[in-house]
């Protein structure tokens, strides 16, 4: 089992960046996906981006495309998201997340490791 652990959240304004790194531990295959999810108050989960350990290939919500930066560390087993341009309705808690196999999947159903997730609240 995949164990991850997220961090970087925090308060920022409209207009500011933050990155949010999450660390996996057990992490013994190349086929493995791993990217994020994240949840506002009231709403449902919803997928952000993801990326394929192997290939480094990526895939985002049209919500974050052009602003957000999936990425991953090889060396250091951890991914990475790099949100600019951040806006009210990016408020949400974050999750790291990791399933086994070569496809992105965009239903949270469909990953079995999850961080415990990072608050990010961005303010107007």
């Known amino acids: 089992q995949v164990q991850l652990v997220e961090s970087g959240g925090g308060l920022v304004q409209a207009g500011d960046s933050l990155r949010l790194s999450c660390s996996a531990s057990?992490?013994?295959?190349?086929?493995?996906?791993m990217g994020w999810f994240r949840q506002a108050p009231g709403k449902e989960r919803e997928f952000v981006a993801a990326?394929?350990?192997?290939?480094?290939?990526?895939l985002y919500a049209d919500s974050v495309k052009g602003r957000f930066t999936i990425s991953r560390d090889n060396t250091k087993n951890t991914v990475y998201l790099q949100m600019n341009s951040l806006a009210t309705e990016d408020t949400a808690v974050y999750y790291c997340?990791?399933?086994?196999?070569?496809?992105?999947?965009?239903?949270?159903?469909?990953?079995?490791?999850w961080g415990q997730g990072t608050q990010v609240t961005v303010s107007s």
């Open positions: 990326l394929k350990w192997s290939s480094a290939s990526t």
């Open positions: 997340t990791g399933r086994r196999g070569l496809r992105i999947a965009l239903r949270g159903s469909e990953y079995d490791s």
């Open positions: 057990g992490l013994t295959w190349t086929n493995y996906i």
